[in-house]
């Protein structure tokens, strides 16, 4: 289930790697042009009935609006979303919709999609089941973003995960290790809380997830280094194109088969 990379450490049960579970009980797979306005009335009503705001130790909290006099995330001005292209099955684009809020934005670099970024994360279900928690602040939060698949959508993080990430500005304070070993976070790294149809996640699900399930996304980003993924000197997102719509475009200057960002001979 978890993808491991010869650069990046696994780091959690579950991972966020864009592994999917096979079909393998005899069901066919659903058409993601259904799935998609079931996902957005879903996610539309958690919008509507539930707030977010982070605490004074700087946890993102989710609740039920009820009985709290909060505002709903629905109705909060910096409720964003952001309309991203998916292949499905067929081979066909078909645009999936992300609601996201930024919670705190962050004072250091801003991350790109094809970053080595160092983060702080949870995994959960619209009804609160935490599918994985990856709250855990050990040097192996270290992610390869975009991965060596050469692919938008296979290896690396999950699209809409690495698209979240890419939203947010790191801390620009450092990480302090204490004389245990122990590492403290900092607290002026970017959060965002991210909600996300299944087709930007895990569309077949996983041994954890069930199918076409919507995804929330807790993020808080500590670091992010523009990766270099074959060492020419260059980073990898000034190798490839990434576009507005989440889809991207791998190019190959030297014509040998091998995309730039994966090629370490220049052209």
């Known amino acids: 289930m978890i993808k491991k990379s010869i650069l990046l450490m696994s780091f959690a049960l579950l991972g966020l790697y864009s592994c999917k579970k096979s079909e393998d009980n005899g069901e066919k797979i659903r058409e993601m042009t259904e799935v998609i306005p079931e996902n957005d009335q879903a996610i539309q009503a958690y919008l509507k009935s539930h707030y977010c705001e982070l605490d004074s130790e700087g946890n993102v909290v989710l609740a039920s609006v009820k009985g709290t006099g909060k505002t709903p995330i629905w109705n909060r001005t910096d409720l964003k979303r952001k309309n991203l292209r998916v292949l499905d099955q067929h081979g066909n684009y078909v645009t999936n919709t992300m609601y996201y809020v930024i919670l705190r934005e962050g004072n250091g670099k801003q991350a790109t999609i094809a970053d080595r970024s160092f983060i702080l994360y949870k995994a959960k279900s619209l009804e609160g089941k935490v599918y994985d928690d990856g709250n855990l602040f050990t040097y192996n939060n270290w992610m390869d973003l975009l991965g060596t698949e050469a692919s938008a959508y296979k290896g690396g993080t999950v699209m809409g995960f690495r698209e979240g990430v890419a939203m947010l500005k790191a801390s620009a304070s450092a990480i302090a290790e204490q004389s245990n070993g122990k590492l403290v976070a900092p607290t002026d790294g970017g959060v965002g809380v991210f909600f996300m149809p299944s087709g930007l996640a895990y569309y077949t699900g996983t041994s954890s997830i069930p199918a076409y399930s919507p995804i929330i996304f807790e993020i808080n980003l500590l670091k992010t280094d523009r990766y270099d993924h074959d060492g ?36």
């Open 232 to 267: 020419d000197g260059i980073p990898s997102i000034n190798e490839i194109q990434h576009h507005e719509d989440g889809t991207i475009t791998f190019p190959d200057c030297n014509g040998n088969g091998r995309v730039d960002y994966l090629d370490a001979n220049p052209c």
